[in-house]
C-alpha cells in the first residue's frame, strides 16, 4: 500500500508543488483547497500524471468546523498519515497599525489557527502509530519584520512558535515537526509585481526541500530551513 501524505491548500502554489512532489514518490494524496471545481481538476490531473489516489474535499481551513470535517475525512481512510503538511494560509500587505480591522483576527485564523486545529484532528493517529512528520509552513515573515508585514507577520511568528513546541512535545511519539521558512516564492501571492521570475523562489524548490527533509533517516530531523532567493529577499 502507497504511503499517505496530507496538504491543505493544494491546487495551487507550494501546495500543488508539495502534493505533485510526495505523488511523484508514490505516495496517496489527502488534500483540501476552498474550491471544489479546482480540487475536482486536481485530483484528476494527479491521478492520471502519477498512478496514485487522491482523496479530496473542499475545505475552508480558516473555519474550525470545515477543519475538523476534513480530520474526520481522512481519518476514515483507516490507514497511517505519514505525513501531514500545513500549507494552507494565505497574505495581505498593511501596517499593523492602519490595516482593516479584523485583520489580526482573520490572519491568525488563516495562518495559525488552520494549523493548530488540523494537527489537533490529526495527531492522535499518528501518536498511535508513533510515527509520522509534521510541516508547518512558515515564513521569512516568521523571524524577520519588515515594512507592511503587520499580521501576516504576527501570525508566522506564531506559527513558528508553535512549531518549536510541537517539536518538544511529540519527540517522545517519534514524530519529527518541521517548520519551513521560505523567502518570496512564485505563486499567485505576487501576481501583478513587476519584477523578474529570477527574483522568486519556484514553488518545486520548497517541495524538494520538504521531501527532501522528510526522507533523510527518522534518527534525524531537519527542524527548520530557511529558503532564500539567491539574489536576497525582496
Known amino acids: 500500500m502507497h504511503k499517505l501524505v496530507v496538504v491543505t491548500g493544494a491546487t495551487k502554489g507550494i501546495g500543488r508543488a508539495v502534493a505533485e512532489r510526495f505523488a ?5 494524496v489527502v488534500a483540501c483547497a476552498r474550491n471544489y471545481n479546482d480540487l475536482q481538476l486536481f485530483k484528476d490531473e494527479i491521478e492520471k500524471k502519477y498512478g496514485v489516489s ?10 474550525k468546523k470545515q477543519v475538523e470535517e476534513f480530520s474526520k475525512f481522512a481519518l476514515a481512510l483507516n490507514r497511517p498519515i505519514d505525513v ?3 500549507n494552507a494560509g494565505y497574505f495581505t500587505p498593511g ?8 485583520a489580526l483576527e482573520s490572519m491568525i485564523e488563516g495562518n495559525v489557527y488552520s494549523a493548530y486545529y488540523m494537527t489537533r484532528g490529526l495527531i492522535e493517529s499518528m501518536e498511535k502509530n508513533k510515527s509520522g ?16 508585514g503587520g499580521s ?8 513558528l512558535g508553535f512549531s518549536k513546541v510541537l517539536r518538544e512535545e511529540l519527540k ?7 517548520a519551513v521558512m521560505p523567502g518570496a516564492t512564485k505563486t499567485q501571492s505576487w501576481d501583478g509585481v ?6 522568486f523562489i519556484k514553488p518545486e524548490d520548497v517541495a524538494e526541500v520538504i521531501f527532501n527533509a522528510h526522507s533523510i533517516s527518522d534518527r534525524s530531523v531537519v527542524e527548520e530551513v530557511i529558503i532564500r532567493p539567491q539574489l536576497g529577499d525582496i
Do not use: Q, W
Request: proline share 5%; aromatic share 12%.
Open 84 to 86: 501531514l503538511v500545513n
Open 133 to 148: 512528520h509534521i510541516f508547518n509552513m512558515c515564513s521569512i515573515a516568521s523571524i524577520k519584520a519588515y515594512p507592511n
Open 194 to 199: 513587476d519584477l523578474p521570475d529570477t527574483r
Open 172 to 178: 517522545e511519539f517519534n514524530i519529527r515537526v518541521t
Open 24 to 28: 511523484s514518490a508514490k505516495f496517496d
Open 152 to 159: 501576516y507577520a504576527i501570525s508566522k511568528f506564531a506559527l
Open 54 to 63: 487522491v482523496f479530496a474535499k473542499s475545505t475552508d481551513t480558516s473555519d
Open 95 to 102: 501596517a499593523t497599525m492602519e490595516e482593516p480591522d479584523g
